[in-house]
Antibody, heavy 120, light 107 residues
């Protein structure tokens, strides 16, 4: 059973860079046609797709965040990561990592989510 | 970007009721639509993919329909564990976008 787990600081200062890692277990991040993604949810609000990375390293970002986002995959560690620069209070959210199904393209496996608060 | 609009934003219903949630895409997405259920403090859970296909392990009281721009999620007989927020998401093209959510509350 595939499992995903987010890790990283729960508190980030304004203007700094938010960095999170998603560790995949129970399967290989390099599986053919596997896409991996980050989604966030501000407190009490809806879901926002941040971006996705293919196992080969190709990336797709939400245009609303593209100038500040970097997503990368580390196949040797079976992990993928998110960096979001120049954060503000508006970036306070629960951040989820997820797998995009290679057949249906929906997010079929999710991490439990991690709350990141932007505050000085 | 493809905008996804859900309605209603919330619905109050009783156990046993039939509940229907609507999702409309701002442009045609064929059947590239998924539905998710989210309970408080938990990650979303995939219920339906390809608009009308039931994800493995999801009860058959959930069903989906639609193609193009208009989609529905139906819960045929609401159970206590179904009280949650439901989201649609288009998987047709980047950027991937979600609907605003529909909260199903206990009447």
């Amino acid at each position: 059973q595939l499992q995903l787990q987010e890790s990283g600081p729960g508190l980030v200062k304004p203007s700094e860079t938010l960095s999170l890692t998603c560790t995949v277990s129970g399967g290989s991040i390099s599986s053919s046609s596997s896409y991996w993604g980050w989604i966030r949810q501000p407190p009490g609000k809806g879901l926002e797709w941040i971006g996705s990375v293919y196992y080969s390293g190709s990336t797709y970002y939400n245009p609303s965040l593209k100038s500040r986002v970097t997503i990368a995959v580390d196949t040797s560690m079976n992990q993928f990561s998110l960096k979001l620069s120049s954060v503000t209070a508006a970036d306070t959210a629960v951040y989820y990592c997820a797998r995009r199904s290679p057949t249906t393209w929906d997010f079929d496996y999710w991490g439990q989510g991690t709350l990141v608060t932007v505050s000085s | 970007d493809i905008q996804m609009t859900q309605s209603p934003s919330s619905v109050s219903a009783s156990v046993g009721d039939r509940v229907t949630i609507t999702c409309r895409a701002s442009q045609g997405i064929s059947n590239w639509l998924g539905w998710y259920q989210q309970k408080p403090g938990k990650a979303p859970k995939l219920l339906m993919y390809a608009a009308s296909s039931l994800q493995s392990g999801v009860p058959s009281r959930f069903s989906g329909s639609g193609s193009g721009t208009d989609f529905t999620l139906t819960i045929s007989s609401l159970q206590p564990e179904d009280f949650a927020t439901y989201y649609c998401q288009q998987t047709h093209s980047f950027p991937l976008t979600f609907g605003g959510g529909t909260r199903v509350e206990i009447k």
